[in-house]
Nanobody, 115 residues
Framework: QVHVVESGGGLVQPGGSLRLSCTAS????????MAWYRQAPGKERELVAS???????NYADSVKGRFTISRGNAKNTVYLQMNSLKPEDTARYYC?????????WGQGTQVTVSS
């Protein structure tokens, strides 16, 4: 069974930075796609950024130029570097690892951007 764990969330002032980490353990295979989603209170979960096993990235328009997704050297590890954070980035951030089928979700990590 694949187990996905996120870390790195917290409280940060507007304009600040955070780096989220995610590891998907329990599979001998490399995930075909790893992605970050976020969900703010009262809103639907939305895709923030994704990266394929080949390194192709995709970003939501709202974070382009501010967030960077990357894969770590360890298998099935992904990071999200978030710069120039805005109050509207406040949400619970979830990592998803897809091998075959629908994928596996973590429990999420809270990011709060506030002065």
């Amino acid at each position: 069974q694949v187990h996905v764990v996120e870390s790195g969330g917290g409280l940060v002032q507007p304009g600040g930075s955070l780096r989220l980490s995610c590891t998907a353990s329990g599979s001998i295979f490399s995930a075909s796609i790893m992605a970050w989603y976020r969900q703010a209170p009262g809103k639907e979960r939305e895709l923030v950024a994704s990266i394929t096993s080949g390194g192709t990235t995709n970003y939501a328009d709202s974070v382009k130029g501010r967030f960077t997704i990357s894969r770590g050297n360890a298998k099935n590890t992904v990071y999200l570097q978030m710069n120039s954070l805005k109050p509207e980035d406040t949400a619970r951030y979830y990592c998803k690892a897809r091998f075959t089928g629908p994928g596996y979700w973590g429990q999420g990590t809270q990011v709060t951007v506030s002065s």
